[in-house]
């Protein structure tokens, strides 16, 4: 056999042996926290009616003027009116303002994992939390936060993310669980600045699958590649 035929064969080989499992992503988060509290408008107009605040009733009862006696040439004191209170009085402000708190993240990568990893990472949940432990210069690729609009985005609670995230919010991530991309299974996140739509994609060695997207069906997938971990290493 000659040199060439050899070496193409050995690198056909190595081509499509699996070497190391691993997670390969692409993150690019601008998550802005929603405000839990509502502004309330200006120049709103006040009730007549009492004000009452959460939980508390406030009541005020109109001011009965008293009789006076006059038994001497001195005039008696004009009688104040009732003011109707400020808002700000009534400790309510025309306007509720909240600064917007916002978490940026923009990285790519490859996590190469211990046999204690490889072992234990049974769906796609577990490798979030993986992820959440790694640092990159010292940050977390996920925070607290991050993980947790993931995991709503991996389990497609749509509402739960409307009520967490600003509609500003942009989120794209992509996340391969597998030996390479043409090898793995994989998730695909996208949802633009000021849209309310969430495009949820399953990747299957690095192509989409064209159908709808099923958090049960990638995690079948993760676990196959577990328990070939399992067998090759038994």
Known sequence: MKFKELFDREMLVEQYVRK??????????DLIKANEKEPVQQNQEMPQQPIQEPMQQVAQ?????QPVQNSSNIPPEP????????????GIASVVTEEEETINKKITGEISLSNEEKDNIQSFEDIINVMSKKK??????FDDFSA???TLCCNQNFQQLQNDLDKKS????EIYYGYNKDDSVGIRFSKRSNSETLTS??????????????????????????????????
């Open 148 to 150: 947790e609009m993931i």
């Open 170 to 173: 942009k989120i794209f991530v």
């Open 136 to 141: 990159i210069n010292g940050n977390q690729i």
């Open 201 to 234: 994609s399953m990747l299957i060695d690095n192509e989409i699958i064209m159908t709808k997207f099923s958090i049960d069906k990638v995690n079948q997938r993760v676990a196959e590649f577990r328990n070939y971990e399992a067998k090759r290493n038994s």
């Open 20 to 29: 190391q499992l691993k997670i390969i992503y692409e993150i690019d988060l």
């Open 79 to 90: 009688i104040q009116q009732a003011t109707t209170p400020s808002p700000q009085e009534l």
């Open 61 to 65: 009862e109109p001011i009965q003027p």
